[in-house]
């Protein structure tokens, strides 16, 4: 992870493309295998990322418009099992990921000095800045690619007829 401000935002404006790359390397047919060893499937880890987008879609916009402010803490394990990811459209998910995340690449590119120094209140987190909003955010997908490369090793590795169809 880049340590200097500019290259994180570059970061964070790639994330669709990081993700997209990862999941043409996983055969749909592991997308619902559920891990003994990770709770969520690849098929709920897509959904899952959308909502997260548009959880920090907001919390952005309250850093910027209404610093000082708290935002909204939410239970992830909960969301996945009572909004159903399983059933819910990937394919719309990574869209939905796409539009959120690339309104707010450009809203924080064209940001002020001065609005870096805005703040939030997260309940878990407590206080947060606008560079820990953009630390979290800018390796979000980056440690999903990594759980979901995990999990496709690990479905591999179950099934020995299976083999891998990266390239």
Do not use: C
């Not at 959904?47 to 548009?54: G, W």
Request: aromatic share 10%; glycine share 2%.
């Amino acid at each position: 992870m880049p340590t200097d401000r500019a290259s994180k935002i570059e970061v964070y404006g790639a994330a669709y493309d990081e993700l997209t790359a990862a999941l043409a390397r996983y055969p749909r047919e592991v997308w619902p295998y559920r891990s003994p060893v990770d709770p969520w499937t690849i098929h709920e880890i897509v959904v899952h990322i959308a909502d997260s987008e548009a959880n920090s879609f907001v919390r952005l916009r309250r850093l910027i418009a209404e610093p000082g402010q708290p935002v909204m803490a939410y239970d992830e394990n909960v969301w996945a099992r009572r909004l159903d990811y399983q059933a819910q459209s990937p394919e719309d998910a990574v869209q939905l990921f796409r539009w959120l995340r690339h309104n707010s690449y450009l809203l924080v590119k064209s940001l002020p000095e001065a609005t870096w120094a805005h703040t939030i209140e997260h309940p878990e987190n407590g206080l947060m800045t606008m560079d820990d909003w953009l630390d979290v955010y800018a390796q979000h997908v980056a440690e999903h690619v990594a759980q979901m490369d995990r999990i496709l090793a690990e479905w591999q590795a179950g099934r020995p007829d299976r083999v891998s169809t990266a390239p």
